[in-house]
């Protein structure tokens, strides 16, 4: 384990579940319930979706595959804050990630079919 991940509060999120739970720690430390309705976090989770297209915006797209240093932290960052308002967004909407990415990968299969794949 290197030495960051021993100074890191929050070193032990390996998944989902304790991510959120973090999360809810993490925002009702600070009292942010208050702000955290739906409509709220899914709109915080649209400037932070836009912020990270920003980072892209005027890419070739090799370019944006061999990212700098400086774009790819940027990216990383915004990636982190896409990642938290929508795993809060589910929570507050009651909604399991995971299970929801289940459902839409089957609605997916069957509407786009791999080439071979029953329909």
């Not at 595959?65 to 982190?80: C, F, G, K, N, V």
């Not at 995971?98 to 069957?110: E, G, I, S, T, Y």
């Amino acid at each position: 384990m290197n030495a960051s991940a021993n100074t890191n509060p929050y070193a032990h999120i390996d998944s989902l579940d304790t991510l959120r739970d973090a999360l809810r720690k993490f925002v009702a430390a600070r009292d942010w319930q208050q702000f955290h309705a739906p409509k709220n976090l899914v709109m915080a989770l649209s400037v932070e979706t836009a912020e990270l297209v920003e980072i892209f915006q005027w890419l070739t797209p090799e370019q944006s595959r061999h990212l700098s240093p400086e774009q790819m932290s940027a990216a990383q960052d915004e990636i982190a804050d896409v990642l938290v308002y929508l795993i809060e967004t589910a929570d507050a909407l009651g909604i399991d990630p995971l299970a929801a990415v289940r459902q839409k990968l089957v609605k997916n299969a069957k509407k786009y079919p791999a080439p071979g794949e029953p329909q």
